[in-house]
């Protein structure tokens, strides 16, 4: 899934070396960096790291406005975080069936809308993406917010 070796071990060491554990206020920073190496790697305009994989989550779904009076659809299968951070906040988890990739079933998931329904998080657990073309065309279709959950993914690609 993911390789750490000693190009790891030397940009941690550089930051602890450098004694500057805060990015704001130091002229160098490492995670300045590694976001700017990380959006030319997955071909993005940014990337922003934050403190983990729920973090990140908790922070999207604000982002996108989902709160309290909200339902978002989870797979079965997933991390804990996934739906803990729907909870976080203040909107209800539902959950869907996985299908026999044990990602997410777009069938279960249309099943699952109800009024209430403001988003999707399909997770790609283990590096296996899942079949984003139906979950896309099932929030198109119902004017949902798609989330992914790539923490067990990242650099990873569909369809090439
Ligand atoms: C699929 C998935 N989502 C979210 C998380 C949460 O990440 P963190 O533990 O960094 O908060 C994890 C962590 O393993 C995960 O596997």
């Known amino acids: 899934m993911y390789r750490i070796g000693q190009e790891e071990i030397d940009a941690v060491a550089r930051v602890i070396n450098s004694g500057q554990l805060f990015r704001i206020g130091s002229a160098y920073s490492e995670v300045d960096n590694f976001e700017k190496e990380l959006a030319e790697k997955l071909f993005v305009k940014y990337t922003l790291f934050v403190t983990g994989g729920t973090t990140a989550l908790i922070a999207a779904l604000i982002g996108l406005g989902v709160g309290p009076g909200d339902e978002v659809i989870v797979p079965a299968y997933t991390f804990m975080a996934s739906a803990l951070a729907v909870t976080a906040v203040g909107a209800v988890p539902v959950i869907a069936e996985v299908d026999e990739t044990l990602m997410i079933d777009p069938e279960d ?21 899942c079949d984003m073309d139906r979950i896309m065309s099932i929030a198109d279709k119902y004017n949902l917010l798609v989330l992914e959950d790539a923490c067990q993914a990242v650099g990873g690609s569909y369809k090439g």
């Open 109 to 129: 998931v249309e099943k699952k809308i109800s009024p209430h329904t403001k988003a999707i998080i399909p997770v790609h657990m283990l590096g296996y993406p």
